[in-house]
C-alpha cells in the first residue's frame, strides 16, 4: 500500500499477547476497538475526521470454545463480540472501512493454547481439534455451511446493514478465511521458508481481497519464487465495499441457495447505467436509479408477510425487509422485490428497508408506509419521507434519481360503508392530488410509481369456503365493507363500482398532464392490481398460502408477484400494461431492451395523454337533485312519530342564532353582511325550489308540496317559523319557543293539534365565542340546562313533532378562513372574540376547544338518555355531522372561500346549501351510526333517499335493526301531555336467530360474574354498615356510662 501512498501510516492498539502464559486477562475485540480509535485521537500524525483509514479486524477461530452442544451459542457470542466492535468503531471513526477476516492459525497458537482458553478441548485429539477448528471456519465465514443457525459472519454483514448508513463508512468481510497452516498438510511442521511463502500468499490474498473484484481472479503465483501482486483496474479502480461490490458473493451464491418460490432470475444481459447521469426522466435506465422510497398501508409496511398460517398475533409484525415496492433484505435470490431487483442494475442503490419494524425504526429507512394507512394520511406520509431524503447525507437529494411507490386505497374501500361522504372518489382523490403536488413541487429527478387501489373485492373468496379455515369474524372487522354484502346485493355492486371510480380517478389525474411540466419529474400508473385472480388449489378452493394468517394481508408468495409485476409494468409501455395480477401463475421478469431501454414513461412510450377533464360549466346555483323513487306519504297518517315518513311532515320550524337567521348569506359586500336571507337558510328557507336552492323545506317540498312555516326572501314579515335571533345564545332559545307555538297555534293552514312538525334548533357557538367573558354563565353545564329547558317546553306543550338537534359545531377550525385584508380579521374578533383573539398554542385557546368538546358532550348525554322517550308522538334527534370538522379546504390549511361570506365567519349560500344536504343526510341515517363530518364537495347527486326496507326519517327507536317498524295504518287520536319524563316505552327486542351459540354461554357467564360481584359489593356494604351501627352503639353506651 505504500507503493500507492508513500506517507501511509499503521497504527495498532497495544497490544497484550493472548497467547501467553498469562490469560487472566484476555482482550476483547471491543476493548481493542475503543483502544484503537483512542490512539487514533491521540496520533498527531493522523487527522481522524480527514485521514481515510482501513481497518482490518481478525476473528480468530482458536478463540471459539465450541465444546459438545455450545457450538451455536459459542458462534451467537462471537457475531455479538464482533457486532459490538464494529458499533464502537462505526460510533467513533470517520472515513473508514473495515475488512473483517476469520483467521484458523494452529502454528500460531497450538493446542497448548487453545486448552487453555477452552479447557473442554483437552479430551479432544489434536486431529478432531483440528476439524472442528475446519468446521468452525466454515459455519463462521460462509452462509451456506450454515443454513441451520441464525448467525454466521457471513450472514450478519449481509443482512445487519446499520453500518451502511453512512457514506464515509464501511464493512467488507474478506472473500475466504486466513489459514495459516496449509504448508504443513504433507511435510508437518513448515520450515522457515515454506512459512514465510505462505505469509506472502496470505498477505496477498488480503490485499486481492480489498480490492473490487473482476471477472477472474489474476494469478498470483508466477512460480516458486515470485509472486505477482493484482492491481487496481480502470474499470474498478476503488477498495472494495459492500456497495460497490457485484450483489451476489461466494457467501450468498445463488446456485447454493435459490429459492424457487420466492427468489426470481434476472435474465438481462446490459445491466449497465447511462454513459452519463440523464437530465431527463424519459431517458432513466435502471441502473441510473440511486435512490427507493415509499409511502401507503400495511401492505407497503409488509405487515404479516412472513407470519405463520396459525399465528393470527404476528400479522402486527411489519416484515419491511420483504415489502414488494421497497424491501432489501438479503437478495434477488432469495427475496424478491423491487430494490432487490435495482441492486442488479445499481448496487449502490439506497433507501431500501429491512427487516421489521414500525416506520420510525432504522431500519425502516424511506419505506414510510403506516398500517392502516389511508388516503387521506398519504400527504403526511409524503411529508415526512421528503425531509428525510433532504437531510439524508446517504443521498445527494438534487442530483440523486429516486423511484417512489405510492400504493393507497384498501383501507379507504373497507371503510366505504360505514361514511360513504368522507371516503367517496373525490375526498380519494383529493389526498392522493395534494400529495404528488408536494412530490412534484418539492422533488427533484423523481419518477413516481402510482398504484392503483387492488381490486379487494377478491378477498371474498377466501372467506366464503369453511375449508379454508380463515379467521372471517376478524376480517369482518377489519373490512366490513367488503366482506359482509351479500353476493348479488346492491352494496356489494356498488363496492365493484367504488373500486373501478378509485382506479379510474387516478388515471384522470395523471393524464391531465399535471405532472410532466418539467423533465425531471414524472408520475406514471401502474395497474398490475386492477384485476386479481385469486390464486386456487387443485380441489378449486383458495390457495392460502398466499395469504397472511388473517387472510387479509399478503404472504411473502404474494408479494413476491407483486414485485414482478411491478417491475415488468415499469417496462412496459404505456396504453400496454399488464392490468391482471393472477397470482397462481409464472411471471418471469423482463428485460430493457436495445430498442427501449428506459423506464417507461408516457413520452417514451409515444403515448398521448388525453388532456385534463373538461371543465364543468360554472355553476349559477346551488340547487340540487332529488331521485328518489317513492316520495308518497303513509297511507294514513301516523300516530307514532318512530313511523314517520318525510312525506307526512306537514310543517317545519327553526330556532338558533345568526345561521339559522341567514345573516350574509347572499352579501356581495361589507355593507350586506348584516342583512337576513332567511329564504336560503338551510334548516328553513324556502326560496325557489331545490333546483336551485338546496334547503331542508326544499328537500321536503319534493315529498309533500303543501309544506308550511319555511321562511323566504328578506322580509321579517315572510320568514314564516323562521325564529332564529342572530347572537342568539342557548339562554334566549326558550322565548323563541313561546314565539313559535303562538305563531303556530295562530297560522290558519296548521293544524296544530293533528299536524306532523319538524323542529330544527341549531345554537351554542355565540355562547362558545363569548365563554372567555362570561364564563360563569356560559358554562358546558349551563349550555345543557338551557337546552333542557327548551327541549322540555317543546315535550310538555307540542303534539306530533320531531325535535332535530344540530350538533354544535367545531369552532378551532374557523380560525383558518382568512383573506388577504384587515378587515376580515377584525369582523372575525368582533363576532367571536374568544376564538379568534387567542394566539395559537394559548391556554386560552386550549381552553375554548376543551370547552367546545364539552358542549358536545353534554348534548348528547342530554339526548341520548330516555327523557323524551315518554311519548309516542315525541321525539329529539341529534344530527351530529358537524361533530368533527366544518372548513372545507382547497389545499394544506387553506380555507375554500367560496363557503364563506364576506366577513370570514357566516356561510354564504353554498354553506347553507351543504349544510342542508349534511342534516337531511344525517336524518336518512339511523341513531349511533350517523356520519359526524361532512363532505363540503359540490355534487347536485349527494341527497340520500329513503330506502324501500326502512322508509322512515329515522329516530333512536326505529334505528334498532332488530326491532323492525312497520307502517301505520290507522288513525288515532293525539296524546297529550304534560308530564316532563314519564316511563319510557321500551321496544320489543326480537334477538336473531343467527346469532352464535357461544355467544349465549359468554353473556351467561359474564352476568353471572357480574351477579356474583353485585352481590359481594351488596352484603359488603351491609356488613360495614352492621358493624358501624355496632360501634355507634359502644360509642353511645360508653358515653351514656361517663
Known amino acids: 500500500m505504500t507503493l500507492f501512498n508513500p506517507s501511509l501510516t499503521s497504527q495498532l492498539p497495544d497490544q497484550i499477547n493472548p497467547y501467553s502464559s498469562d490469560i487472566s486477562q484476555p482482550r476483547s475485540l471491543v476493548e481493542q476497538a475503543r483502544e484503537l480509535s483512542l490512539s487514533f485521537s491521540n496520533n498527531q500524525e493522523v487527522d481522524t475526521d480527514r485521514d481515510w483509514k482501513l481497518v482490518l479486524l481478525f476473528i480468530q477461530v482458536d478463540?471459539?470454545?465450541?465444546?459438545?452442544?455450545?457450538?451455536?451459542?459459542?458462534?451467537?457470542?462471537t457475531v455479538q463480540q464482533l457486532d459490538l466492535a464494529l458499533r464502537a468503531l462505526h460510533s467513533q471513526l470517520k472515513r473508514t472501512i473495515v475488512s473483517v477476516a476469520v483467521w484458523n492459525g494452529d502454528y500460531d497458537t497450538g493446542p497448548a493454547h487453545q486448552n487453555r482458553m477452552c479447557p473442554c478441548m483437552e479430551r479432544k485429539s489434536e486431529g478432531e481439534q483440528r476439524l472442528l477448528k475446519t468446521i468452525l471456519t466454515q459455519a463462521m465465514q460462509f452462509k451456506c455451511f450454515n443454513e441451520t443457525h441464525q448467525e454466521s459472519l457471513g450472514r450478519h454483514l449481509e443482512e445487519k446493514l446499520w453500518y451502511c448508513s453512512r457514506r464515509d463508512f464501511a464493512v467488507l468481510l474478506q472473500d475466504s478465511p486466513f489459514i495459516t497452516n496449509s504448508a504443513s498438510v504433507d511435510s508437518?511442521?513448515?520450515?522457515?521458508?515454506?512459512?514465510?511463502?505462505?505469509?506472502?500468499?496470505?498477505?496477498?490474498?488480503?490485499?486481492?481481497?480489498?480490492?473490487?473484484?473482476t471477472s477472474g481472479r489474476q494469478n498470483m503465483g508466477d512460480n516458486d519464487m515470485i509472486l505477482s501482486v493484482p492491481c487496481p483496474t480502470e474499470k474498478r479502480p476503488f477498495l472494495r465495499t459492500q456497495r460497490n461490490s457485484p450483489v451476489a458473493s461466494h457467501h450468498s451464491e445463488p446456485s447454493l441457495r435459490f429459492d424457487p418460490i420466492m427468489g426470481t432470475e434476472l435474465p438481462c444481459e446490459d445491466l449497465s447505467p447511462s454513459s452519463h447521469p440523464p437530465d431527463s426522466v424519459h431517458a432513466l435506465r435502471p441502473g441510473d436509479i440511486k435512490v427507493v422510497a415509499a409511502v401507503g398501508d400495511s401492505l407497503t409496511a409488509g405487515n404479516g408477510i412472513d407470519s405463520k398460517p396459525t399465528n393470527v398475533l404476528d400479522v402486527l409484525r411489519q416484515y419491511r425487509g420483504l415489502s414488494f415496492s421497497i424491501g432489501g433484505d438479503e437478495n434477488l435470490t432469495t427475496v424478491t422485490t423491487l430494490p432487490n431487483i435495482l441492486k442488479h442494475f445499481n448496487p449502490l442503490v439506497t433507501g431500501y428497508s429491512t427487516g421489521m419494524g414500525k416506520q420510525d425504526t432504522p431500519q425502516a429507512f424511506l419505506n414510510q408506509a403506516v398500517a392502516g394507512g389511508k388516503a387521506k394520511d398519504i400527504p403526511k406520509q409524503v411529508r415526512t419521507l421528503v425531509a428525510m431524503m433532504?437531510?439524508?447525507?446517504?443521498?445527494?437529494?438534487?442530483?440523486?434519481?429516486?423511484?417512489?411507490?405510492?400504493?393507497?386505497?384498501?383501507?379507504?374501500?373497507?371503510?366505504?360503508?360505514?361514511?360513504?361522504?368522507?371516503?367517496?372518489?373525490?375526498?380519494?382523490?383529493?389526498?392522493?392530488?395534494?400529495?404528488?403536488?408536494?412530490?412534484?413541487?418539492?422533488?427533484?429527478?423523481?419518477?413516481v410509481n402510482l398504484v392503483e387501489p387492488i381490486d379487494i373485492t377478491s378477498l371474498r373468496k377466501a372467506h366464503q369456503d369453511p375449508s379454508v379455515k380463515c379467521p372471517t369474524w376478524l376480517v369482518n372487522i377489519l373490512c366490513p365493507c367488503v366482506i359482509l354484502p351479500k353476493e348479488g346485493s346492491l352494496a356489494l355492486k356498488q363496492m365493484h363500482e367504488l373500486i373501478r371510480d378509485y382506479q379510474w380517478s387516478l388515471n384522470v389525474l395523471v393524464e391531465s398532464g399535471r405532472y410532466d411540466t418539467h423533465p425531471n419529474f414524472t408520475v406514471v400508473i401502474q395497474p398490475l392490481l386492477r384485476d386479481v385472480i385469486v390464486p386456487l388449489l387443485e380441489d378449486g378452493r383458495p390457495d392460502r398460502s398466499y395469504f397472511s394468517a388473517d387472510c387479509f394481508h399478503l404472504s411473502q408468495k404474494s408479494q413476491t408477484l407483486m414485485a414482478r409485476s411491478l417491475?415488468?409494468?415499469?417496462?412496459?409501455?404505456?396504453?400496454?400494461?399488464?392490468?391482471?395480477?393472477?397470482?397462481?401463475?409464472?411471471?418471469?421478469?423482463?428485460?430493457?431492451?436495445?430498442?427501449?431501454?428506459?423506464?417507461?414513461?408516457?413520452?417514451?412510450?409515444?403515448?398521448?395523454y388525453k388532456g385534463p377533464a373538461p371543465k364543468p360549466p360554472p355553476i349559477?346555483?346551488?340547487?340540487?337533485?332529488?331521485?328518489?323513487?317513492?316520495?308518497?306519504?303513509?297511507?294514513?297518517?301516523?300516530?307514532?312519530?318512530?313511523?314517520?315518513?318525510?312525506?307526512?311532515?306537514?310543517?317545519?320550524?327553526?330556532?338558533?342564532?345568526?345561521?339559522?337567521?341567514g345573516v350574509a348569506a347572499k352579501s356581495k359586500n361589507i355593507f350586506e353582511l348584516n342583512r337576513e336571507y332567511k329564504g336560503v337558510s338551510w334548516s328553513i328557507g324556502g326560496d325557489q325550489s331545490l333546483d336551485t336552492v338546496t334547503t331542508l323545506p326544499n328537500i321536503l317540498k319534493k315529498f309533500n308540496p303543501s309544506l308550511q312555516g319555511f321562511s323566504k326572501g328578506q322580509d321579517p314579515r315572510q320568514k314564516g317559523f323562521n325564529m332564529?335571533?342572530?347572537?342568539?345564545?342557548?339562554?334566549?332559545?326558550?322565548?323563541?319557543?313561546?314565539?313559535?307555538?303562538?305563531?303556530?297555534?295562530?297560522?290558519?293552514?296548521?293544524?296544530?293539534?293533528?299536524?306532523?312538525?319538524?323542529?330544527?334548533?341549531?345554537?351554542?357557538?355565540?355562547?362558545?365565542?363569548?365563554?372567555?367573558?362570561?364564563?360563569?354563565?356560559?358554562?358546558?353545564?349551563?349550555?345543557?340546562?338551557?337546552?333542557?329547558?327548551?327541549?322540555?317546553?317543546?315535550?310538555?306543550?307540542?303534539?306530533?313533532?320531531?325535535?332535530?338537534?344540530?350538533?354544535?359545531?367545531?369552532?378551532?377550525?374557523?380560525?383558518?378562513?382568512?383573506?388577504?385584508?384587515?378587515?376580515?380579521?377584525?369582523?372575525?374578533?368582533?363576532?367571536?372574540?374568544?376564538?379568534?383573539?387567542?394566539?395559537?398554542?394559548?391556554?386560552?385557546?386550549?381552553?375554548?376547544?376543551?370547552?367546545?368538546?364539552?358542549?358536545?358532550?353534554?348534548?348528547?348525554l342530554l339526548i341520548s338518555g330516555e327523557r323524551y322517550d315518554g311519548r309516542e308522538d315525541f321525539t329529539v334527534v341529534l344530527q351530529p355531522y358537524l361533530h368533527s370538522s366544518?372548513?372545507?379546504?382547497?389545499?394544506?390549511?387553506?380555507?375554500?372561500?367560496?363557503?364563506?361570506?364576506?366577513?370570514?365567519?357566516?356561510?354564504?349560500?353554498?354553506?347553507?346549501?351543504?349544510?342542508?344536504?349534511?342534516l337531511w343526510n344525517n336524518m336518512m341515517e339511523p341513531v349511533g351510526r350517523k356520519h359526524m363530518y361532512n363532505n363540503f364537495t359540490?355534487?347536485?347527486?349527494?341527497?340520500?333517499?329513503?330506502?324501500?326496507?326502512?322508509?322512515?326519517?329515522?329516530?333512536?327507536?326505529?334505528?334498532?335493526?332488530?326491532?323492525?317498524?312497520?307502517?301505520?295504518?290507522?288513525?288515532?287520536?293525539?296524546?297529550?301531555?304534560?308530564?316532563?319524563?314519564?316511563?319510557?316505552?321500551?321496544?320489543?327486542?326480537?334477538?336473531?336467530?343467527?346469532?352464535?351459540?357461544?355467544?349465549?354461554?359468554?353473556?351467561?357467564?359474564?352476568?353471572?360474574l357480574i351477579g356474583w360481584g353485585v352481590t359481594w359489593l351488596l352484603m359488603s356494604y351491609r356488613l360495614r354498615q352492621n358493624q358501624r351501627k355496632k360501634e355507634e352503639k359502644v360509642v353511645e353506651m360508653k358515653g351514656t356510662v361517663f
Open 63 to 77: 478463540d471459539i470454545c465450541a465444546c459438545q452442544d455450545k457450538v451455536t451459542s459459542a458462534m451467537e457470542a
Open 188 to 213: 508437518g511442521r513448515p520450515t522457515a521458508i515454506q512459512q514465510s511463502r505462505h505469509t506472502d500468499e496470505l498477505m496477498l490474498q488480503m490485499w486481492a481481497n480489498l480490492l473490487q473484484s
Open 390 to 447: 433532504k437531510n439524508d447525507s446517504r443521498i445527494n437529494f438534487q442530483s440523486d434519481w429516486k423511484i417512489i411507490t405510492m400504493f393507497i386505497g384498501g383501507n379507504d374501500l373497507c371503510s366505504y360503508c360505514q361514511n360513504s361522504l368522507f371516503y367517496s372518489v373525490e375526498n380519494f382523490l383529493r389526498h392522493i392530488q395534494e400529495a404528488l403536488d408536494y412530490l412534484h413541487k418539492e422533488v427533484p429527478r423523481a419518477i
Open 567 to 608: 417491475w415488468n409494468n415499469m417496462l412496459e409501455p404505456l396504453g400496454n400494461k399488464t392490468a391482471v395480477q393472477a397470482f397462481s401463475s409464472e411471471i418471469p421478469l423482463k428485460c430493457p431492451s436495445k430498442d427501449s431501454p428506459f423506464l417507461q414513461t408516457y413520452q417514451n412510450s409515444n403515448y398521448t
Open 620 to 661: 349559477t346555483n346551488w340547487g340540487s337533485d332529488l331521485s328518489c323513487s317513492s316520495v308518497a306519504p303513509s297511507t294514513a297518517v301516523p300516530t307514532s312519530v318512530h313511523k314517520l315518513r318525510p312525506a307526512d311532515i306537514k310543517v317545519v320550524a327553526a330556532l338558533g342564532d345568526s345561521i339559522t337567521a
Open 724 to 860: 332564529a335571533v342572530a347572537g342568539a345564545m342557548t339562554l334566549e332559545i326558550p322565548a323563541q319557543i313561546q314565539q313559535l307555538i303562538k305563531a303556530m297555534k295562530e297560522n290558519k293552514q296548521v293544524d296544530f293539534e293533528n299536524d306532523w312538525k319538524l323542529v330544527t334548533i341549531f345554537v351554542g357557538g355565540s355562547d362558545l365565542c363569548h365563554f372567555c367573558i362570561d364564563q360563569n354563565n356560559l358554562t358546558p353545564k349551563n349550555y345543557s340546562h338551557n337546552l333542557m329547558l327548551s327541549l322540555d317546553m317543546l315535550y310538555q306543550q307540542v303534539p306530533r313533532v320531531m325535535v332535530s338537534v344540530t350538533e354544535v359545531l367545531q369552532l378551532e377550525p374557523l380560525r383558518t378562513v382568512q383573506q388577504q385584508n384587515t378587515l376580515c380579521s377584525l369582523f372575525q374578533r368582533n363576532k367571536c372574540p374568544c376564538l379568534m383573539s387567542p394566539d395559537d398554542n394559548s391556554p386560552e385557546l386550549e381552553e375554548i376547544k376543551r370547552i367546545n368538546k364539552e358542549y358536545q358532550i353534554e348534548s348528547e
Open 886 to 918: 366544518f372548513v372545507p379546504y382547497v389545499g394544506v390549511g387553506v380555507a375554500d372561500m367560496s363557503f364563506f361570506s364576506a366577513d370570514c365567519f357566516h356561510i354564504s349560500e353554498r354553506g347553507h346549501a351543504e349544510m342542508a344536504i349534511a
Open 938 to 1008: 359540490h355534487d347536485r347527486s349527494k341527497i340520500k333517499c329513503p330506502s324501500e326496507d326502512h322508509p322512515f326519517i329515522f329516530t333512536k327507536i326505529n334505528s334498532l335493526s332488530s326491532s323492525p317498524v312497520q307502517p301505520s295504518t290507522t288513525v288515532q287520536p293525539p296524546v297529550a301531555t304534560t308530564s316532563l319524563s314519564p316511563g319510557p316505552t321500551a321496544p320489543i327486542i326480537q334477538c336473531d336467530s343467527s346469532v352464535p351459540v357461544w355467544v349465549t354461554a359468554v353473556l351467561a357467564v359474564v352476568g353471572l
